[in-house]
């Protein structure tokens, strides 16, 4: 047979999403297996949203949709992120996507050219890389500091005439850190005396702990360079409905939808009107109860001895087994096998010697979680 693809070849299966499918394999076999793996709400999608698709479904919005998604979405994302991020968007810059991780792959292969350099900050989430990959870009791994916070000299060091963009995510996966104020306009000042542009991954932006989120969209300038992405899985527990939003300069957002026109075409029509009807609704009772497991969690790991994030933002804590294991994989292995709780190696996120917990599972299965992983820890060392 002839070979398949170089390109795919040099990326393997989202292991976020492998270790959640290994962690259901075992619920399927009757394990009371907890599931600290993908980042994923436990809430129910609130009832409006899902009225809301039944309605659609019932009077007929059942049809193709234009691909970047119906007028009054694309009209009232324009409306709530420039409120939301102090940015300025009209409609026509709006793209709804599958997901976030789709408006990342549209933003990526519409500004790529082979071989340009795309900065990511590590811990990064684990779909950056082989994204950058296939739109035919050089991922350029920059670590971060102590605080998980981009270091913006390292960042300068790292920068050739192929640089082209960098990816930021604040809050964010996996370390929970939210970038400051001071941090992003460093970063601006880079994209704009480089001519770069900056891909911000938003999709934790409701999720913030500890003051404000701040969009890099929203500075100086940055407005025509940046793409924003967001969406409805975090925010609204809306994972499986597959809504994100894009929001690019005009030339982006053109070559995003020409190529969604050949690709996916539209999102799910009813999905879209119940997007519409989410966006008004308040999901701040999530975030108050994400805070609530967040110190709960902070207040476990104390009690672990071992280093770890401390999440301003999102809901993830990367703790840090390295003193009491030589491979995080197997490690986080051991404690599926034995334990039944699912985590996620470090290594998966180029934190190797790390884990990362989901905190988004509900206060009583993160008190047992924390039970087995101490019991797990005092058995392993
Ligand atoms: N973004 C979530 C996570 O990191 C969902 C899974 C995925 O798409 O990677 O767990």
């Known amino acids: 047979m002839r070979p398949l693809s170089e390109t795919v070849k040099t990326i393997s299966e989202s292991i976020t999403l492998k270790y959640n499918r290994l962690a259901l394999q075992l619920q399927r076999e009757g394990k009371r297996v907890i599931r600290l793996t993908a980042g994923e709400p436990d809430f129910s999608t609130p009832e ?30 324009a409306r709530k992120l420039s409120r939301d991020l102090g940015g300025r968007w009209e409609a026509s810059q709006v793209v709804i996507t599958n997901g976030g991780k789709h408006a990342l792959h549209l933003a990526l292969m519409s500004i790529l050219n082979p071989q340009d350099e795309v900065v990511i900050f590590t811990p990064a989430w684990v779909s950056y890389e082989p994204q950058v990959r296939l739109a035919g870009g050089i991922p350029v791994l920059v670590e971060t500091d102590s605080s998980y916070l981009p270091d913006v000299a390292k960042l300068k060091s790292k920068l050739t005439e192929k640089t082209k963009a960098i990816i930021l995510n604040s809050p964010n996966n996996p370390t929970g850190a939210v970038y400051s104020p001071q941090v992003l306009e460093a970063i601006a000042e880079v994209a704009k005396s480089h001519d770069l542009y900056v891909v911000s991954d938003e999709v934790y932006r409701h999720l913030v702990y500890n ?64 997007a519409l009807d989410a966006l008004s609704l308040d999901t701040s009772y999530m975030r108050d109860e994400f805070k609530r497991r967040r110190d709960y969690v902070l207040e476990r790991l104390k009690r672990l001895k071992l280093p770890h994030s401390t999440p301003d933002g999102a809901f993830y804590v ?14 986080v292995e051991e404690l599926l096998k034995q334990e039944h709780v699912a985590t996620v190696p470090g290594s998966a996120f180029y934190a190797p010697g790390t884990v990362r917990i989901s905190f988004a599972a509900s206060f009583e299965e993160l008190e047992e979680a924390f039970n087995r992983i101490e019991r797990f820890i005092h058995k392993w060392i």
């Open 48 to 77: 409006p949203v899902i009225a809301s698709a039944l309605t659609a479904m019932k009077t007929g919005k059942t049809r193709y949709t234009p691909a970047a998604g119906i007028p009054e979405l694309r009209e009232a994302v």
């Open 211 to 274: 003051g404000d989120h701040l969009s890099i969209a929203s500075l100086d300038g940055m407005l025509e360079r940046t793409i924003v992405v967001d969406g409805l899985s975090k925010s609204h527990a809306m994972t499986g409905w597959r809504v994100g939003f894009a929001l690019a300069p005009k030339s982006i957002a053109a070559f995003m939808i020409r190529l969604m026109s050949h690709t996916t075409s539209n999102i799910n029509t009813p999905t879209q009107w119940a």
């Open 318 to 331: 990367l703790l840090d087994v390295s003193s009491i294991s030589q491979n995080d994989t197997v490690w």
